[in-house]
């Protein structure tokens, strides 16, 4: 059975696409970003999407994405930071291993501005990111078997240390 070597989950913002692909080059394994999946799926970018179809379209090309990226890709994996939403998808990430990019919100704010890109946070991104935090702490702490804490600290230090505890 493949797998991902590693998939991470976090919020917006914590550094997964980024962290991710950094990590994928250190292994030498590919990447993949279910974002980018949902975007070649859809033949359009997720802001779109919310625009004409709306966030439940999204979500369910979210969980189609997430199922199929986890069977076929061997490499490290990001999810979106709202896939842990879905029952679904953290049954499906029960086996794997899944790296939790904690990050608190003046980092979060930091780092997505003004929340360019994510329709989510379109609007007073930094109410919006403290209470997606507030709600979704839990669910990234229930999916994952290992935490990363990114507060304060570069892409390459982060990607390091997940490379340590995947190799330990
Ligand atoms: N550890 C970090 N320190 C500073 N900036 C970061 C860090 N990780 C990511 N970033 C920056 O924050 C923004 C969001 O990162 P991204 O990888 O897209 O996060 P996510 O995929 O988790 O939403 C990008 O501009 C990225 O360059
Ligand atoms: O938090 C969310 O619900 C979302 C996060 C985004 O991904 P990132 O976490 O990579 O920004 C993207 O999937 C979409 O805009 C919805
Ligand atoms: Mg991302």
Known sequence: ???????????????KSTVGQMLAEALGVSFRDTDADIEAMAGKPIPEIFID?????????????VAAALASHTGV???????????????????????????????AVRRVGL?????LLAINPRA???????QRRPLYSEVAT????TDGRTPEEIAAEIAALLTA
């Open 53 to 65: 179809e709306g966030e439940a379209h999204f979500r369910a090309l979210e969980r189609a994405a």
């Open 77 to 107: 994996l990001a999810l979106g930071g709202g896939a842990v939403l879905a029952e679904e998808n953290r049954a499906a990430l029960i086996g794997h291993s899944v790296v939790h990019l904690s990050v608190e919100l003046p980092d």
């Open 1 to 15: 059975m493949t797998r991902p070597v590693c998939v991470l989950v976090g919020a917006p913002g914590s550094g």
């Open 115 to 119: 929340g360019a890109g994510r329709p």
């Open 128 to 134: 919006t990111l403290k209470h997606l935090l507030d």
């Open 146 to 149: 290992a935490t990363v804490v």
